[in-house]
């Protein structure tokens, strides 16, 4: 955090101070009910709430869309959602709930929507009042995003949708989605079309959500069945057939690689006491530390140890490419490590987790719903939820796919 | 103690990274570097010294190797991150030369508060060249080791092996043990009563040797007692410029593979269209950012005399090591036939890595030193 602190400019440098200074006075303490790991996993609606108010707390004090022109909620700063990030990481905040709204719905509504419309959705997206989800994935459409089936057709100043959504998170608590679909079946790419549709208000009126189970027993995830949706032109974002083009403004910014930064907090400890971070190499040595196996301490043996030695350095790698991709004179191409990011941060967290439950032995047999689970159960959990990582936002090997075409110049796979 | 921001890499080390890169893309570009040290290729000739003195005269010149001479000693003093890119240029360039041996002996003399090391250092900044013999036969990482003894006299007998470019430098940075401790001493190449027994190497770009001394008369830079506390105080610059070779040396045989790749057709199609080819080479690039990034955050920390600096070089050179080996490995297997033959530049980069891999230390030692740092020391 504090290599961060030297070269801040004058604004970042007051902007850094108010919100340390607010967030030593506004920490809202710890939840009264045991928080899923993220916000993906959020299905308990008591949860919700709570989560929302500390999204609200953060947005009114205005540490959330501080890039953001001010006619659209935003703080109108420059360059401070980064450092509002280290203010409330450092103060072990709770995690921000509206995450796909934030990550993906904002900057995709502010660089593609109308005028009128920005202002409308952006200041309760900041705030948490309304929650936003993501209708990208099909049962058909999963790596090759492209081949959408859900349809948008013409109808007057409306449109009407049919189709069917998959993984789309939180669309069980959401108001609006961001929907890639297709407008025309004569060209793939070009055919596509890019809206945002209303779900709660429109439940029982063309859309149905039916929650879906992951394989950890958590739901937190949905199907959303389109049928005949109807939705103003106004809704729209771009041009009709300029949908690929706006979702890859909604991917880029999904894997870390957008003009904007996402706001996010985070750093609060899940369990009281336990101090795991499952995204910590620290925790991993700790946990060795502290684990027998056979009456012998998990950090004594020099295999484990040589792995979480390693962890440590790609964990410290990841840290250091980021800081790199901001100094011009230290970088190849200019995409060349934020298009890594995505797929560096998730099979980083997926290998911890999964040295872990090496570490724990037999006590990683244990589920996180019992007492004697080691570290309260939550590597294991963390574990099988890496894959949602691994998997989402253009699988890893999409990635692979991206960097070698777009960074190295291989051949095209599509 | 904090970190700047862009590493401390700012115009001036960027212009002079910059001029390394057209230097060698100019002088030395890989068919010029092939006839230089691979026109034999009868692999029992291959403890030959093959380089270009005048090229690396012409290094010298251009004030590389006084980067890091302070500015008191003739030098340009400049921060460690500006050595560490011109050792990546020189990796990706496969440089047959003493300058990582030259900036070694740099690094171990501003540690030795002498004037007789200060002068080595002036001798350095007007072009004279160096290299370290500081290991004994058994190789060991340990800097008090030393198979050459001192007399009360001053002179030195015995043995230094794995002694890097030995017959390209012009004088040699010794350490040997005398009644009191370590002390490191000065030799030229010519002197009395040294021989320099070459080593027939794997590496085409480097040559390496065991040195012999018979009551070789030396100048003392550090005194007994001294020498092994400056030669542990300049590890983590050493482990840095080293790393950077192989980032350079990487990134050349990552371009040079991607070429191929974009270029080689089977099955209708140019090969880095299958993924068995694209994304190892997208694991490769990974591997190499991560070196990269870990070297100039270690330089950095040597630069501010950050307390973390030998946990942080040796995180780059453990990386760096790893991935050295895989993209030499990558690179042949992906260059398929061609890739085995001594006629493919690439074994000459592929050798220099697994050369570069073990010097100083390979990833599973430095991975060890790590884990008493980062995890505690094994229980007894």
């Known amino acids: 955090m504090s290599d961060n602190q030297a070269s801040d400019t004058p604004e970042q440098a007051e902007f850094r101070a108010r919100a340390r200074e607010w967030l030593a006075a506004n920490h809202p303490g710890r939840p009264p009910l045991r928080l899923p790991q993220g916000a993906l996993e959020v299905s308990d609606p008591h949860a919700l709430e709570w989560l929302r108010s500390w999204q609200k707390a953060a947005y009114d004090a205005g540490l959330v869309g501080c890039d953001y022109p001010t006619q659209v909620g935003g703080g109108g700063r420059t360059n401070c959602q980064t450092v509002a990030n280290q203010e409330m990481f450092a103060a072990k ?27 409308q959705w952006l200041p309760k997206l900041f705030s948490g009042e309304e929650i936003w989800c993501q209708g990208f994935s099909e049962p058909g459409a999963g790596s090759d995003l492209a081949n959408q089936q859900t349809f948008a057709e013409r109808d007057g100043d409306n449109w009407i949708i049919n189709g069917h959504k998959v993984w789309t998170t939180l669309a069980h608590f959401a108001s609006w989605m961001i929907l890639l679909c297709r407008t025309s079946k004569d060209d793939k790419y070009n055919g596509l079309s890019y809206f945002v549709v209303p779900i709660k208000d429109a439940i029982g009126r063309g859309v149905t959500v039916r929650p879906l189970i992951k394989m950890t027993g958590e739901t937190g995830f949905n199907e959303v069945l ?37 706001p996010a907090s985070g750093g609060m400890p899940l369990d009281e006491g336990s101090g795991v971070s499952t995204n910590d190499p620290a925790s991993l040595a700790r946990l060795a530390r502290n684990q027998l196996r056979d009456g012998k301490r998990a950090a004594d043996d ?21 800081r790199r991709t901001r100094v011009p004179e230290l970088r190849d191409h200019a995409q060349r490590i934020p298009l890594q990011s995505k797929m560096i941060v998730t099979e980083l967290q997926q290998d911890m987790a999964e040295l872990a439950l090496r570490i724990q032995g037999l006590g990683s047999t244990l589920s996180f719903t019992d007492d004697k689970a080691p570290d309260a159960g939550q590597w294991g959990l963390a574990y099988m939820n890496t894959f949602g990582i691994t998997i989402a936002g253009g699988t890893n090997e999409i990635q692979r796919n991206i960097l070698g075409e777009r960074v190295l110049g291989l051949a095209k796979t599509k | 103690m904090e970190q700047p921001k862009n590493f401390g890499f700012g115009e001036d080390e960027a212009m002079l990274r910059d001029s390394a890169r057209r230097f060698f893309s100019d002088n030395l570009p890989a068919d010029r570097l092939h006839a230089l040290v691979a026109a034999e290729f009868d692999p029992h000739r291959a403890n030959q010294c093959k380089w270009d003195a005048d090229l690396w005269k012409q290094v010298t010149e251009l004030g590389w190797t006084a980067a890091c001479v302070p500015e008191a000693e003739g030098g340009i003093g400049m921060p460690l991150v500006a050595a560490v890119a011109l050792a990546e240029e020189a990796g990706r360039a496969g440089f047959p030369s003493p300058m990582l041996g030259t900036f070694n002996a740099t690094f171990v003399l501003r540690g030795c508060d002498t004037d007789a ?133 990487g990134e050349w045989l990552l371009q040079t593979t991607a070429e191929y790749a974009r270029t080689r057709v089977q099955f209708d199609r140019p090969i880095g269209f299958f993924q068995a080819i694209k994304h190892p080479l997208v ?61 493919c530049w690439v074994q000459m980069f592929f050798k220099r890595q697994l050369h570069s891999q073990v010097l100083l230390g390979d990833a599973n030692h430095h991975r060890r030193q790590l884990a008493d740092a980062l995890i505690g020391p094994v229980a007894a």
């Open chain 2, 117 to 249: 090391a200060r002068a080595a250092l002036g001798a350095i900044a007007e072009g004279t060249s160096m290299t370290l013999a500081v290991t004994n036969s058994r190789g060991s990482l340990n800097a008090g080791d030393t198979d050459v003894q001192v007399d009360d006299s001053g002179r030195l007998t015995g043995s230094a092996h794995f002694v890097q470019d030995a017959r390209k430098a012009d004088r040699y940075l010794i350490s040997a043990r005398g009644a009191n401790g370590v002390g490191l001493y000065i030799v030229e190449r010519d002197a009395d009563g040294l021989t320099v027994a070459p080593d027939v190497i794997v590496d085409v770009t480097r040559d390496q040797a065991i040195l012999g001394f018979d009551n070789v008369s030396a100048l003392e830079v550090a005194p007994p007692g001294a020498g092994q506390t400056a030669l542990e105080a300049a590890l983590p610059a050493m482990l840095c410029v080293l790393s950077a070779d192989m980032v350079g040396a």
């Open chain 1, 226 to 262: 389109f049928d005949g949706l109807v939705i103003p032109d106004s809704y729209r974002l771009d041009e009709v057939g300029a949908g690929w083009k706006v979702a890859m403004t909604t991917l880029a910014h999904e894997r870390n690689a957008g003009q904007m930064i996402t």
């Open chain 1, 302 to 322: 020099e295999a484990l140890r040589d792995e979480i030695v390693k962890m440590f350095i790609r964990s410290e790698a990841f840290r250091q490419n980021r």
């Open chain 1, 93 to 119: 905040t709770p995690y921000l709930v509206n995450v796909i709204g934030l990550g993906m719905g904002a900057p995709t509504v502010f660089f593609h929507a109308q005028e009128e419309m920005k202002q």
């Open chain 2, 283 to 343: 694991n490769l690039m990974v591997e190499i950012d991560n070196a990269k990034s870990l070297t100039y955050n270690a330089a950095c920390a040597v630069d501010i005399g950050a307390e973390d600096q030998l946990t942080l070089a040796r995180m780059a050179k453990a990386q760096a090591s790893s991935m050295a080996v895989y993209s030499g490995s990558r690179a042949v297997q992906f260059h398929g036939g061609i890739g085995f033959t001594w006629e």
